[in-house]
Antibody, heavy 121, light 112 residues
Framework: EVQLVESGGGLVQPDRSLRLSCAASGFTFDDYAMHWVRQAPGKGLEWVSSISWNSGSIGYADSVKGRFTISRDNAKNSLYLQMNSLRAEDTALYYC??????????????WGKGTTVTVSS | QSVLTQPPSVSGAPGQRVTISCTGSSSNIGAGYDVHWYQQLPGTAPKLLIYGNSNRPSGVPDRFSGSKSGTSASLAISGLQAEDETDYYCQSYDSSLSVPYVFGTGTKVTVL
């Protein structure tokens, strides 16, 4: 069964850091690009960041550029999101999602259940 | 602020047909980029519903159909059922932005 399981969320103070992880199983992880998408409480979906199969192509939403870093470890079938200088507006449910393509970004065919990040003092 | 605009809500009686629009511009849908649709049931992760404008993944009922024309795309639900009452999002690419993904504003479908 194809599965994505996020972890690492929690309550964090503003300006602090948090690292999210996504464990993939049931498919050949290094054959696909991967993404982080977030959803603030009661709001719509917001694309956060994407990484190609070999980490050669990476993209960030303007709202997180310079603060968040996406990475992957294909040997561990894992995706990561290092979040620094967190702000209240980063409070959201963070989803890990798999693309159907490897080197380019097209659409997301598998999603995890998400991990909640709350930024508050 | 999304560049893909959807109506906040649409509604219909059971058995009826409803459509959800996704309006973009010449830098996204109008530029020929494909549109994809996701369904998000309450308290769950989004699920791919339509890809490549009009294709259904395995397991998605044929009551759901997608189309694209000009700078807009549409998701149609025919034979509306109570279980279809949830949120729907379109997604595409925008060449004017420095990001590969843009999601629509989202539409809540209500079954009357």
């Amino acid at each position: 069964e194809v599965q994505l399981v996020e972890s690492g969320g929690g309550l964090v103070q503003p300006d602090r850091s948090l690292r999210l992880s996504c464990a993939a199983s049931g498919f050949t992880f290094d054959d696909y690009a991967m993404h982080w998408v977030r959803q603030a409480p009661g709001k719509g979906l917001e694309w956060v960041s994407s990484i190609s199969w070999n980490s050669g192509s990476i993209g960030y939403a303007d709202s997180v550029k310079g603060r968040f870093t996406i990475s992957r470890d294909n040997a561990k079938n894992s995706l990561y999101l290092q979040m620094n200088s967190l702000r209240a507006e980063d409070t959201a449910l963070y989803y890990c999602a798999k693309d159907i393509a490897a080197g380019t970004f097209y659409y997301m065919d598998v999603w995890g259940k998400g991990t909640t990040v709350t930024v508050s003092s | 602020q999304s560049v893909l605009t959807q109506p906040p809500s649409v509604s219909g009686a059971p058995g009826q047909r409803v459509t959800i629009s996704c309006t973009g511009s010449s830098s996204n849908i109008g530029a020929g980029y494909d549109v994809h649709w996701y369904q998000q049931l309450p308290g769950t992760a989004p699920k791919l519903l339509i890809y490549g404008n009009s294709n259904r993944p395995s397991g998605v009922p044929d009551r759901f159909s997608g189309s694209k024309s000009g700078t807009s795309a549409s998701l149609a639900i025919s034979g509306l059922q109570a279980e279809d009452e949830t949120d729907y999002y379109c997604q595409s690419y925008d060449s004017s932005l420095s990001v590969p993904y843009v999601f629509g504003t989202g539409t809540k479908v209500t079954v009357l």
